[in-house]
């Protein structure tokens, strides 16, 4: 009996003969094995291929959120740094407002080298100095953010009590040195330095604002002039009582504009910067003298 089989005759649009395949029955049943087995593999590959694309889209959309909130989170830290570096305003602005209250003793910073001249004021020591603490933004984390929120509510709580005390206490607020007694920068700090002149390490009692020659020095409280006076190192100075312990001296005017026993109200122009006495250069030399000694001016400098 023959073998079933399969022909397949192959005509060409040519003239030349046909061709004729035969297959026989187990060649058929291979060749649809192969076929099935090769659909199923491209079937794999087509399944593979719609799960990698969904894969790849939800990781594309993961990164993206990923991005986004990397983003947010240091959006997030810029506001509490920010938050941070107004609470320490606050904090600072409250030392001054405690001491010049009365309240606690004012905090003197490390002073850098500056520029100006004044009495050396030799075999008189400065107040305790005291290193600034260092800042930046504290590491996102729920203590910091706690820390934030317990300095704001111990700020409110001072600021509240000192509103007050300063309420009830006007007269005693006018009298207080509270502002800058000219316009400029400061070239010097109170604390040790290098004397601009001998270049010896001594101790600056106060503070010196430069400008130009002819600018007005105003008083920096309600007081009364109590000297108008050259020296030698402090050229032509001013010197007013403000009463409750308080006096403030303002030194190397050009000229005066007050006379001794004279009233000033604050910002009253006293006179005029200058280069008298002891100066590398036109500025004037301000101190803050409380209970007959000199502290930091800069403890009651309300104004930047």
């Known amino acids: 009996m023959a073998k079933k089989h399969l022909s397949v005759i192959i005509v060409p649009h ?11 029955q187990r060649a058929l049943k291979m060749l649809a094995v192969g076929g099935a087995v090769l659909g199923l ?4 590959v087509l399944v593979d291929y719609v799960r990698m694309n969904i894969i790849r889209g939800k990781y ?3 990164k993206a959120e990923t991005a986004e909130q ?11 740094g920010e938050l941070q570096a107004t609470i320490s305003h606050f904090e ?44 930046g933004p ?7 953010i706690q820390n934030l929120s317990q300095k704001a509510r111990s700020i409110e709580n001072n600021l509240n009590s000192l509103l007050n005390f300063f309420e009830s206490d006007s007269l005693r607020l006018a009298s207080t040195p509270s502002i800058v007694p000219a316009v400029g920068w400061l070239a010097s700090v109170y ?60 030194g190397h005017m050009s000229n005066f504009a007050v ?19 002891k100066a590398a250069g036109p500025h004037v030399h301000y101190e803050v003298w409380r209970d007959s000694k000199r502290v930091d001016p800069r403890s009651y400098l309300l104004e930047e």
């Open 70 to 80: 990397k983003t947010t989170i240091a959006n997030y830290e810029k506001s509490i």
């Open 138 to 144: 504290q590491a996102l984390s729920q203590g910091a």
């Open 191 to 250: 604390g040790h330095r290098n004397d601009p002149f001998t270049g010896e390490w001594t101790m600056h009692f106060g503070i010196d604002i430069s400008t130009n020659v002819g600018n007005p020095v105003v008083a920096t409280a309600d007081g009364i002039v109590i000297k108008v006076q050259t020296d030698k190192y402090l050229g032509k100075n001013v010197t007013i009582s403000h009463g409750n312990g308080f006096t403030t001296v303002y």
């Open 92 to 135: 600072s602005y409250t030392k001054k407002l405690n001491v010049m209250a009365g309240l606690k003793s004012p905090d003197v910073l490390t002073a850098p080298a500056g520029i100006g001249g004044g009495d050396p004021g030799k075999g008189e020591e400065p107040e305790a100095e005291q290193a600034p603490a260092p800042s």
């Open 60 to 62: 594309k959309a993961l």
């Open 259 to 277: 006379r001794a026993g004279q009233k000033v109200k604050r910002r009253d122009i006293i006179g005029y910067i200058g280069q008298t006495g």
């Open 41 to 44: 593999a491209l079937a794999a």
């Open 14 to 24: 040519t003239k030349t003969s046909t061709k004729t395949l035969c297959f026989s």
